[in-house]
């Protein structure tokens, strides 16, 4: 098992930056695959951002150039960095660990992040 907590979120105006954090504890050697989702009220959750073990990142289209993941695989931590945020930015963020060789996945409860206009 792999337990996912995640800090950081809150409230803030539009233009401006959060910082979010996720660490990982338990059986954490599985995991090659850490990343960001967020689901906003009435919408399906979705992929923000997400690193590989190796060090490639995805990002969505709409926060490329905005957001930034970043990974410490000695601390088992994965923060996600978000500037120039926006109203539609606003959701729960949900820490996500993947361990793609025993097709595991797991998921920390999530923060709020508001973004005021």
């Known amino acids: 098992q792999v337990q996912l907590v995640e800090s950081g979120g809150g409230l803030v105006q539009a233009g401006g930056s959060l910082s979010l954090s996720c660490a990982a504890s338990?059986?954490?050697?599985?995991?090659?695959?850490m990343g960001w989702y967020r689901q906003a009220p009435g919408k399906q959750r979705e992929l923000v951002a997400r690193i590989w073990s190796g060090g490639a990142t995805n990002y969505a289209d709409s926060v490329k150039g905005r957001f930034t993941i970043s990974r410490d695989n000695a601390k088992n931590t994965v923060s996600l960095q978000m500037n120039g945020l926006k109203p539609e930015d606003t959701a729960v963020y949900y820490c996500?660990?993947?361990?793609?060789?025993?097709?595991?996945?797991?998921w920390g409860r999530g923060t709020q992040v508001t973004v005021s206009s």
């Open positions: 338990g059986s954490t050697f599985s995991i090659n695959v």
């Open positions: 996500n660990a993947l361990s793609t060789d025993l097709g595991y996945i797991y």
